[in-house]
């Protein structure tokens, strides 16, 4: 036998992984990796596709379970930087030194991760229970684990409120993946099987566009939903408002509402595709938040407004006088009304003809399309509402038939409808009036709801590792946001309000533990639940 060489195999990571990661920390989005590799091999890995960066630590949790009467103990290693050049092209290998602890600046204010093996993560589940959560809070890199060991880790993160997402493409994975909120296959094999989601390419560079649908997906639900729920109310707005004066709106009125309008426009506003980038502001997770409920209320009060101003200006008009079929307003003048006109006629028992409720089906018929546009906003999670083009030419035309039939009538269109004869200059005011609507509508959405309340109030949800702003932006934009944003978190009382999420009440808790993480070298033994002990070796 001769020996003719080695053969050195490489697995390389994956050209899209290195792009994919880094889009996932720009948009805030945590990242574990978890593995069967050896532990150094692992953190090697980490580091070259940014999960770990260069001048962050990599905190070693060694385990061992009891042994000789000793008990069970946990010993951390820190890790150098990665390899860097030094003379003759010579590079310096991972090695685990006590020395890379620099003790004038504290770990708080550092950088660090915990990597974790399976044989330690086991033992510190079993002996370090108080320690698991800690760990996880800022563990990346878990290698060895066993399949179980993966479904007990999604647990783990489930527990402090993480939303969990998981990608695997083998059989070992099925466990996590079931588990996880979000589950997604890299192969067609076993894993598909387990998984909610299969990527038909095998790589992770699904995972972004998962998301950036699933939040279109989630604000889509909810603008429908906001759209439904102030189609009733304005609806609601305009019954009430008739039926103070005995009247109602008319069948084929409901009828062209409900098919000409809101059953379009329901449809073509939620066919707005995601949007291009994925950004680290998230949709809000529940119907019963700050945000959507601001929209709505605000949204009604401008309705309302708008209804009952048009309602009570119409009844101040000269040719105004309750409606006969004799009364013609749009020929005659407001000398020539007698008084003896201002009966109801009786061949109209449900007094559905009148000025107040063509005026009120008129702006009715524009607040829904208003709401609507305003509802449909696209960027951060959504394409704009241009690009819908669906919806666009079913806003287009319904605005024309609506203008048309109300400044240019038609008799047939109004017999079908319902509605009666007002003079021109009421119609152009009514004109004014919608135009108004809109602008106010768009306005409040936009001011109150995009600039005060989620730029300034509510931003708490947005996690620890959201990205830091660099100390150069201290413009005076910057200040004047930092200062607004202090004066409306007390007046909405979320200044001093504790996080809403168990793994940001941890990592606050762990910001004031002047203990953690434990020093180099250190090694923490098992003990009593309500105290650790921690010696240098």
Not at 78 to 84: K, V
Not at 174 to 187: D, F, M, P, T, V
Not at 467 to 480: F, I, L, R
Request: aromatic letters at 10%; charged letters at 15%; hydrophobic letters at 45%.
């Amino acid at each position: 036998m001769e020996f003719l060489g080695l053969i050195i195999m490489q697995n390389k990571i994956k050209q899209e992984t290195a792009g994919v990661l880094c889009e996932l920390r720009q948009a805030n989005i945590r990242t574990l990796m978890v593995t069967g590799d050896n532990m150094l091999t692992a953190i090697s890995v980490a580091r070259d596709c940014g999960m770990v960066r260069a001048h962050e630590k990599v905190i070693i949790a060694d385990a061992v379970p009891p042994k000789d009467f000793q008990s069970a103990s946990i010993t951390w290693h820190y890790t150098e930087n990665p390899a860097q050049t030094v003379k003759d092209n010579q590079t310096v290998e991972i090695n685990l030194e006590e020395g890379m602890y620099d003790k004038q600046q504290t770990l708080q204010e550092q950088s660090y991760h915990f990597a974790v093996s399976g044989r330690a993560f086991a033992v510190i589940t079993e002996y370090f229970p108080h320690l698991v959560q800690k760990l996880v809070l800022r563990a990346t890199v878990f290698a060895r684990m066993a399949p179980d060991q993966k479904t007990q880790l999604v647990e783990v993160l489930q527990s402090i409120d993480y939303t969990v997402g998981m990608c695997g493409d083998g059989a070992n994975d099925c466990g996590a993946l079931k588990r996880a909120h979000s589950g997604i296959s890299l192969s067609e094999l076993e894993a598909s099987v387990a998984s909610p989601f299969t990527s038909s390419t095998s790589n992770i560079s699904c995972v972004p566009n998962l998301i950036r649908e699933g939040r279109a997906a989630l604000i889509t639900s909810f603008c429908v939903f906001k759209f439904m729920a102030l189609y009733s109310i304005i609806q609601y707005l305009s019954v009430t408002l008739l039926y103070s004066i005995l009247s109602n709106l008319g069948d084929f009125q409901f009828l062209f509402i409900d098919i000409a309008i809101i059953l379009i426009i329901a449809f073509t506003m939620s066919l707005n595709p995601a949007w291009k980038d994925l950004v680290w502001r998230r949709p809000p997770s529940s119907l019963i938040s700050g945000p959507l409920l601001c929209s709505v209320l605000t949204q009604i009060l401008t309705c309302l407004v708008f209804q009952v101003l048009a309602f009570l200006l119409v009844r101040q008009q000269s040719w105004y006088e309750i409606w006969t079929p004799q009364s013609d307003a749009c020929n005659v003048s407001s000398s020539s009304l007698s008084h003896s006109q201002n009966t109801t006629s009786p061949h109209d028992h449900k007094n559905i003809r009148n000025y107040e409720n063509t005026t009120l089906f008129y702006v009715s018929s524009f607040q829904y399309l208003a709401v609507a546009i305003v509802f449909s906003k696209g960027k951060p999670f959504r394409q704009p509402i241009y690009k819908n083009w669906p919806f666009m030419l079913s806003c287009i035309g319904l605005y024309t038939f609506l203008l048309l039939i109300m400044l240019y009538p038609i008799p047939a269109i109004d017999s079908f409808l319902e509605i009666v004869c007002v003079p021109h200059n009421w119609r152009i005011t009514l004109v004014v009036i919608v135009i108004v609507n809109a602008a106010v509508s768009f306005m409040l959405e936009i001011l109150i709801l995009d600039i005060i309340l989620w730029r300034l109030v509510f931003r708490g949800n947005q996690g620890v590792n959201r990205p830091t702003e660099p100390s150069s932006a201290a413009t005076p934009q910057v200040a004047n946001d930092h200062w607004g944003s202090s004066f409306l978190s007390w007046l909405f009382c979320q200044r001093n309000k504790a996080p809403s999420v168990r793994y940001m009440h941890l990592a606050l808790e762990l910001q004031d533990d002047s203990d953690w993480p434990p020093r180099p070298s250190t090694v923490t033994y098992a003990s009593d639940p309500q105290s650790h002990i921690s010696a240098p070796l």
